[in-house]
Each structure stands twice: as C-alpha cells, then as structure tokens.
C-alpha cells in the first residue's frame, strides 16, 4: 500500500508531493516503479488526493486506487480495504521513492519468519536535545538506543487490520501495532530509503536519481 495523499506543504512545490516530478516523472510513478523493481509484491494499491483518482488510474493502470483522507492513517485506512487475500502486506511512503529492493527484500524475509510487525531504520547521526518552549536545553538524549525509522513496513495482515481496528494516532504504521500490543522488528535501512519531505530533499533525490542513472 502507497499512501500518497499528502498535500506536500512542506515540499511547497504547490502540486501533491507525490505528483512532483522528480527527473522527468512523478514522486508516484517512481515509487510504484520501485516497487516492481523489488519482484516481492503482487497487488500494489495507492491512496491520492480525490481529484487525483482518475489521472493516477490512468498514470498507473496495473495499481488500485483509492481515495485518501486528511490523515496518513486515513489513506492507510481507505488502503487497506482494497488489498484482498493478502498475508503479508508492506505500507510505503510515496515520498521514499529511491528505497532499494534490499531493504523490501529484508522487511518481507523478516515478516515471513515470523514477525508481526517489521520496520527498516537506521542509527542516528545527530546529537540529540531535549529543549523547552523557550530553545533551553533541558537534557541531551542518549542516542545509542535510538533509530530513525523509514518505510516500507512490513506486517502480517492481521496484525495490521488490528492495529487499525484501534487508534489512528501515531506517526507511523508500525506505532499503530505497537498501540494493538504487537512486537515490532527492525531491520537494517538505507540511507537512500529517505523522506522527500521539503525542497533540500527533492533537489538530494534529483542529483542522486542523475548519478544512479548516469
Ligand atoms: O506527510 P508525510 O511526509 O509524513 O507523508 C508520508 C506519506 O504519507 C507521503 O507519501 C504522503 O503522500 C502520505 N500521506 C497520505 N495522506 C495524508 C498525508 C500523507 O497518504 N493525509
């Protein structure tokens, strides 16, 4: 499932941020094409802003489309209703357009062995502070036990529909499954599994996407 009804604020390109060309072709186009690329993955079912329905049926004719919601949870919702007999099932950030197939190779193995709930993340590089309202520094975070988690996420069906069947507030899916009281797994990421969030990321993934292709 890709949700990608974002409204792509951040990015401030004044399109959905998943309908911003990257390299000649859309945010969109690119992550489904990632997708493929990975061989792991039957039925691809993509969430999009409503106006957005019939353009994407047409960009992309072998997906299913569903119409998204306010919420990222809302579109991982609406997806979820389309996505069958699946057992295993992976939610994808449109926004992580140029995540390898390792990393889809790694989240799927881990669910097949037996995780419910399986998330790729790295390290994080940064120092880290907590500060108050005023920009004090109350503490430094001990960063060692920390990871920055990425996308795709990986779950047994059951243990998302049931992560769903509870409360939506979290930021990610695997925080959901966590709430339903499952374990959640993590597996090494990548740094090219990034979020093109703002214009600094989009312009990073266009030069990467021009020395990945030559
Ligand atoms: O906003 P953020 O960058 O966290 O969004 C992560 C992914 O969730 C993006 O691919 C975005 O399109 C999608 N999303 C969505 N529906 C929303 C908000 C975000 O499908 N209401």
């Known amino acids: 499932m890709i949700p990608a009804a974002g409204s792509g604020t951040r990015l401030g390109a004044g399109t959905p941020k998943a ?31 409503e106006e957005l329905v019939d353009h994407t049926a047409a960009l992309l004719p072998d997906v299913r489309v569903v119409v998204g919601g306010a919420e990222r949870s ?21 926004a992580r357009t140029l995540t390898p197939p390792a990393v889809f190779g790694r989240v799927v193995d881990a669910v097949r062995a037996g995780a419910p709930a399986v998330v790729p993340a790295l390290p994080v590089a940064d120092t880290l502070k907590r500060v108050d309202d005023g920009g004090r520094v109350i503490s430094t975070v001990d960063r060692g036990p920390l990871r920055a988690v990425q996308t795709p996420q990986g779950f047994a069906v059951e243990a998302l529909r049931a992560a769903y069947r509870g409360s939506t507030v979290a930021t990610d899916d695997a925080g959901l499954a966590e709430l339903a009281g499952y374990p959640v797994q993590v597996v090494a990421g990548d740094a090219l599994a990034f979020k093109i969030t703002t214009a600094f990321d989009l312009r990073l993934a266009e030069l990467l996407l021009g020395a990945m292709t030559g």
């Open 19 to 49: 309908f911003v060309e990257l390299g000649g072709r859309t945010i969109l186009e690119r992550c489904v094409e990632g997708v493929g690329a990975a061989g792991l993955v039957d039925v691809v079912v993509v969430a999009v802003p």
């Open 74 to 94: 809302h579109s991982v919702r609406a997806a979820l209703t389309e996505i069958g007999d699946a057992d295993v099932v992976l939610v994808h950030d449109a």
